[in-house]
């Protein structure tokens, strides 16, 4: 089955993570009984763990009587749901139309180079993730990316680089 | 003597140009040293590309501030608050005289955004003040009867903004029409099409309108609850929409009779489209439906449902309040009204516009955007979106309503204007919406699916310098065939891009396939880099930076480009200081 395959191979790539599914009794409580909730729920685990785990999944169906493979057919349909982790830093190209013609693409391959991951990867060291997104809807700062919630506007490719070295020496300056 | 007001606009254009910053920045000040003015907030008033905004209304008139930072809200504070001392260089805009931008607002006129810019959203009492919420009180007190205020939209001329333009009262009508205990109204503001933010800055700027015309729709629908399907992409539309819903019914304007609630869009492009949308309420995969049955007979949760987007709902009240003559003053014959469009690409004045329909694409580049940056020519507007289409310069003077538009092979869409100049490809353009639309196809026709991907590939070809000859009729034919066979809008106009550049822009789409040539040199494997001898001073920097090691050269000597090695990834260009490297 090609979601057992898929988790699997997730799972390999971060060994020693356990899911507590316990906190996931709120959102249980909250939706349980009522319909159309595949969507919301799906979003509120997300925001949880940042991702959705397998046992998520799992428990999720079990306890709110959803069907796993509408689940994950839900999940893999939108653009927002992640099956596998996330670096602490997304940052988000945007490649909407205006900033594809002010060459946002030189943004994103300036940033696959730099942190060496394709489009949609995480970084080695789980910092960074990098995402292209349809629209970020700044369109008069184009072209546009944004880490957290701050957006970086009328960038180069050599700006982003800039951009994405500071946040390195910063984080290496807190304490562990 | 008035106080005066200072008001920073935090839209999310604002807030990513630094907003937020000068607001705390204002904020910190006026504690500090008991400054004796009022501090308020307020959204996008459309001038994207002067943001942040910064108003200061006092007794002798009101200025507009704009490319606020800091350190100049810090000279606004001392020099005009404190002294009365305008500064002068900052302003963007003032009632007392004429500056180069006063001509971006004169020419608007504003009725959807009646209130985006001049209001604080996150203040219902703002919204009162300007006459909101009055509609509906009237409807109530008179017990209008929902057919007058079917028949007022009706004979307003409003049609769909959202992109189809079918006629808004009529679409009532027939959910009006259709008995049941349960109905809703849905507010689709799942604007997906890549370079467009009306329905963002509205629901940011003014939410309270859209609420106040989904309530009157379910009054005129006799619905009996609401729906807003908002993409998660807009945090801050969904905080404040949150925010106007829980002030909505602590007056009552909403509760017990029709209440509304908000669903969060997960990311998907076919979700704009009405029984994907439906599907995607009800908490499964976004895919269309066949359609008869319609939402207004069969929608969601298998009731009737009437569904408007974002920026129709904004309309309502004023024209409950104006009139259905009032507002069929503006526009043309068949398309009444105004229009909100959000200017960008290659343009001066980028930002969120609304115009009376009829006003030519020229008016609205050149009158309004203030034309195209540099020296550039100006090229085409796109139109629409990902759905939409090219109209070239020399169609320019095309009046902007439903009709004219089709006319061109574009389609008004939700009102996304892109404008292009000379170094933007056609080509290019074309296998960048594809690859959007290939990608968001939900899959179920399989000439959608399967059809944009055989398109998407035929242009990247072309893009690559691999075209064939044959290729822009393959092109043609196949999106004869996917507009005929899909069952949704995102299929039936998902070649209109193609469709149109090779319309208008044949002669692009030869010079790839025959010359192997981007005449825009925009294709940048088409594009071949060479040293200019007489710039090359052999600093080595370009053939340092080589990824491929196609530059050779000594240390003072001119270098030489390996056109076989050389991939044409441009990092020389880039990296030259001295001009030496040509691009032909």
């Known amino acids: 089955m090609r979601v057992e395959r898929i988790i699997n191979k997730r799972q390999e790539l971060v060994p020693g993570q356990n899911t507590d599914t316990g906190l996931l009794d709120g959102v249980i409580r909250k939706y349980s009984g009522k319909r159309g909730i595949m969507i919301p729920v799906l979003q509120e685990t997300q925001k949880i763990y940042g991702y959705l785990p397998r046992e998520t999944f799992l428990r999720l169906s079990e306890e709110l009587g959803l069907n796993l493979s509408d689940m994950y057919g839900v999940a893999t349909f939108y653009a927002q749901f992640r099956l596998s982790p996330v670096g602490r830093h997304i940052i988000r190209v945007c490649h909407g139309t205006a900033c594809h013609v002010q060459n946002a693409q030189g943004i994103t391959d300036a940033l696959e180079e730099t942190l060496k991951v394709a489009d949609g990867g995480t970084t080695d060291d789980g910092m960074f993730t990098l995402e292209s997104v349809a629209c970020l809807g700044c369109c008069s700062l184009a072209p546009v990316m944004m880490i957290g919630d701050e957006t970086y506007g009328k960038l180069t490719g050599k700006e982003a680089v800039k951009v994405i070295k500071n946040i390195r020496i910063k984080e290496k300056k807190l304490p562990i | 003597m008035g106080q005066t007001r200072v008001i920073v606009g935090l839209g999310s254009c604002g807030l990513a140009a630094g907003a937020g910053k000068v607001y705390e920045k204002i904020r910190s000040l006026k504690e500090a040293e008991d400054l004796d003015f009022k501090l308020s907030k307020t959204s996008c008033s459309g001038m994207c590309y002067r943001e942040p905004l910064v108003e200061v209304v006092d007794e002798t008139g009101w200025y507009?501030?704009?490319?606020?930072?800091?350190?100049?809200?810090?000279?606004?504070?001392?020099?005009?608050?404190?002294?009365?001392?305008?500064?002068?260089?900052?302003?963007?805009?003032?009632?007392?005289?004429?500056?180069?931008?006063?001509?971006?607002?004169?020419?608007?006129?504003?009725?959807?955004?009646?209130?985006?810019?001049?209001?604080?959203?996150?203040?219902?009492?703002?919204?009162?003040?300007?006459?909101?919420?009055?509609?509906?009180?009237?409807?109530?007190?008179?017990?209008?009867?929902?057919?007058?205020?079917?028949?007022?939209?009706?004979?307003?001329?409003?049609?769909?903004?959202?992109?189809?333009?079918?006629?808004?009262?009529?679409?009532?009508?027939?959910?009006?029409?259709?008995?049941?205990?349960?109905?809703?109204?849905?507010?689709?503001?799942?604007?997906?099409?890549?370079?467009?933010?009306?329905?963002?800055?509205?629901?940011?700027?003014?939410?309270?309108?859209?609420?106040?015309?989904?309530?009157?729709?379910?009054?005129?629908?006799?619905?009996?609850?609401?729906?807003?399907?908002?993409?998660?992409?807009?945090?801050?539309?969904?905080?404040?929409?949150?925010?106007?819903?829980?002030?909505?019914?602590?007056?009552?304007?909403?509760?017990?009779?029709?209440?509304?609630?908000?669903?969060?869009?997960?990311?998907?492009?076919?979700?704009?489209?009405?029984?994907?949308?439906?599907?995607?309420?009800?908490?499964?995969?976004?895919?269309?439906?066949?359609?008869?049955?319609?939402?207004?007979?069969?929608?969601?949760?298998?009731?009737?449902?009437?569904?408007?987007?974002?920026?129709?709902?904004?309309?309502?009240?004023?024209?409950?309040?104006?009139?259905?003559?009032?507002?069929?003053?503006?526009?043309?014959?068949?398309?009444?009204?105004?229009?909100?469009?959000?200017?960008?690409?290659?343009?001066?004045?980028?930002?969120?516009?609304?115009?009376?329909?009829?006003?030519?694409?020229?008016?609205?580049?050149?009158?309004?955007?203030?034309?195209?940056?540099?020296?550039?020519?100006?090229?085409?507007?796109?139109?629409?979106?990902?759905?939409?289409?090219?109209?070239?310069?020399?169609?320019?003077?095309?009046?902007?309503?439903?009709?004219?538009?089709?006319?061109?092979?574009?389609?008004?869409?939700?009102?996304?204007?892109?404008?292009?100049?000379?170094?933007?490809?056609?080509?290019?353009?074309?296998?960048?919406?594809?690859?959007?639309?290939?990608?968001?196809?939900?899959?179920?026709?399989?000439?959608?699916?399967?059809?944009?991907?055989?398109?998407?590939?035929?242009?990247?070809?072309?893009?690559?310098?691999?075209?064939?000859?044959?290729?822009?009729?393959?092109?043609?034919?196949?999106?004869?065939?996917?507009?005929?066979?899909?069952?949704?809008?995102?299929?039936q106009t998902a070649p209109n891009p193609v469709i149109t550049t090779i319309r208008y822009f044949r002669d692009e789409y030869e010079a790839h396939i025959n010359q192997k040539r981007c005449p825009a040199k925009a294709c940048k494997k088409l594009l071949r880099y060479e040293v200019d001898e007489s710039n090359c001073t052999g600093c080595t920097v370009c053939a340092r930076n080589c990824p491929v090691s196609a530059i050779s050269g000594e240390r003072k000597e001119i270098h030489y480009i390996d056109q076989d090695i050389c991939t044409r990834c441009g990092i020389c260009y880039l990296k030259c200081r001295f001009d030496a490297i040509m691009v032909t």
């Open chain 2, 64 to 491: 507009l501030y704009g490319g606020i930072n800091e350190d100049i809200a810090v000279e606004l504070l001392n020099s005009h608050v404190a002294n009365n001392n305008p500064v002068k260089e900052h302003i963007v805009c003032t009632d007392l005289y004429d500056t180069p931008d006063s001509r971006f607002f004169r020419q608007q006129v504003k009725i959807a955004l009646r209130n985006c810019g001049r209001i604080d959203p996150e203040n219902i009492m703002e919204y009162e003040a300007r006459g909101g919420y009055e509609a509906l009180k009237r409807i109530i007190d008179e017990n209008t009867d929902p057919r007058s205020i079917i028949r007022e939209v009706t004979d307003s001329g409003l049609r769909g903004r959202g992109g189809g333009g079918f006629p808004t009262g009529l679409k009532w009508k027939y959910t009006f029409n259709h008995k049941s205990t349960e109905k809703y109204v849905i507010c689709n503001a799942d604007e997906g099409d890549p370079g467009a933010f009306m329905d963002r800055s509205l629901l940011e700027g003014d939410p309270h309108s859209v609420l106040e015309g989904m309530i009157i729709a379910g009054l005129a629908t006799e619905a009996t609850s609401g729906v807003i399907y908002c993409r998660a992409e807009y945090p801050l539309a969904l905080k404040r929409l949150d925010i106007a819903i829980r002030q909505a019914r602590e007056r009552n304007y909403l509760g017990k009779d029709f209440d509304i609630s908000v669903k969060e869009g997960a990311g998907a492009f076919v979700c704009g489209e009405e029984t994907a949308l439906i599907s995607s309420v009800e908490g499964y995969r976004g895919m269309p439906a066949k359609r008869p049955p319609f939402p207004a007979e069969s929608g969601l949760w298998k009731k009737p449902t009437n569904i408007n987007n974002v920026e129709t709902f904004a309309n309502i009240p004023w024209i409950m309040r104006q009139g259905a003559a009032e507002y069929a003053r503006y526009g043309t014959e068949k398309s009444r009204g105004t229009k909100v469009f959000a200017l960008a690409g290659k343009i001066r004045h980028g930002g969120l516009v609304e115009v009376p329909m009829g006003i030519t694409i020229k008016d609205i580049v050149f009158g309004l955007g203030g034309g195209i940056p540099g020296d550039k020519t100006f090229k085409a507007v796109q139109l629409g979106g990902p759905s939409g289409g090219c109209i070239p310069a020399w169609l320019a003077d095309t009046p902007v309503d439903y009709e004219s538009v089709n006319a061109t092979g574009a389609i008004m869409g939700s009102g996304g204007l892109v404008v292009m100049d000379e170094t933007t490809c056609m080509v290019d353009i074309a296998r960048f919406f594809l690859d959007f639309t290939a990608r968001e196809s939900c899959g179920k026709c399989t000439f959608c699916r399967i059809g944009t991907m055989r398109m998407l590939e035929i242009l990247v070809r072309i893009t690559e310098g691999s075209g064939r000859e044959e290729d822009i009729a393959i092109l043609e034919d196949l999106a004869g065939q996917i507009k005929e066979s899909s069952l949704c809008g995102l299929g």
